[in-house]
């Protein structure tokens, strides 16, 4: 079995004495993993970096079977990130997020676009901390929907209303309204505005930690703690750098 197709690195670590096994979110084919001949070595090493375009070739006798890829770099935003900390640990959260909840070649084209245009907005000059959490938290409440388990932020669940959506309810992942919630608001989960599609310009840290909070909730519960492995460290790191910027 044999296809081509585009490709963003999500990890990549020595396999064997000299190749990479490389993990990937593709256009077409989801997230996949293969070794990378030589791939650890330093020709091919720095086109194998996490938040790099590729070009790949993916090939296995049988189509259970790792696979091999060979890869060509297409376009790479590190140059523009070396030395600035928080855009690299973003990059790494993200990355990781991706890895962690997706499964294996399952075709998520939706959650690549989405993935891209995180991608670009870690290189945007003007570009902060919590615009990225921002973006993060999107790109988590699209996951959990992908994956089957979104949430259903259209309406209060106790009313029907469609306005001041404040809260959800941890039970039904269904959204409440800020007069609905009344005396059970500590029970549910705080719904920050900018997870409703309202704009990210001029969030706040709140907001965005709040956001991360509440799509961190259905993560764990839906897909980590089933797999066992809790939330990935670089998500930790992330928002604890977030935290301490913020202070």
């Known amino acids: 079995m044999e296809w081509q197709d585009d490709g963003i690195v999500l990890s990549a670590a020595r396999y064997g004495e000299s190749d990479a096994l490389l993990e990937v979110m593709t256009a077409s084919h989801g997230r996949v993993r293969g070794f990378v001949k030589g791939g650890s070595g330093r020709r091919q090493r720095a086109n194998l970096q996490v938040g790099n375009r590729l070009r790949l070739n993916w090939y296995s006798r049988i189509e259970a079977n790792l696979g091999r890829f060979s890869a060509e770099l297409v376009y790479s935003p590190l140059g523009l990130m070396m030395g600035e900390g928080a855009r690299l640990s973003a990059l790494s959260a993200v990355a990781s997020v991706i890895a962690s909840t997706l499964p294996e070649r399952e075709d998520h084209a939706e959650i690549y676009e989405r993935l891209l245009a995180v991608l670009d907005l870690l290189e945007e000059e003007e570009g902060t901390s919590v615009l990225w959490a921002g973006a993060l938290a999107r790109l988590e409440l699209a996951i959990l929907s992908a994956l089957g388990y979104g949430l259903d932020l259209t309406s209060c669940a106790a009313t029907g209303t469609t306005e001041n959506l404040a809260y959800v309810s941890p039970k039904s992942a269904r ?22 599609e309202a704009p990210l310009a001029g969030v706040t840290p709140d907001d965005v930690l709040g956001g991360l909070r509440l799509t961190g909730f ?19 790191r992330f928002i604890a750098s977030l935290m301490r910027a913020t202070q």
């Open 175 to 196: 959204a409440v309204s800020r007069e609905a919630a009344g005396p059970y608001k500590e029970r549910l989960l705080p719904l920050p505005g900018f997870l409703l």
């Open 218 to 236: 259905f993560l764990d519960r839906q897909v980590w703690v089933v797999h066992g492995k809790g939330q990935p460290p670089a998500r930790d």
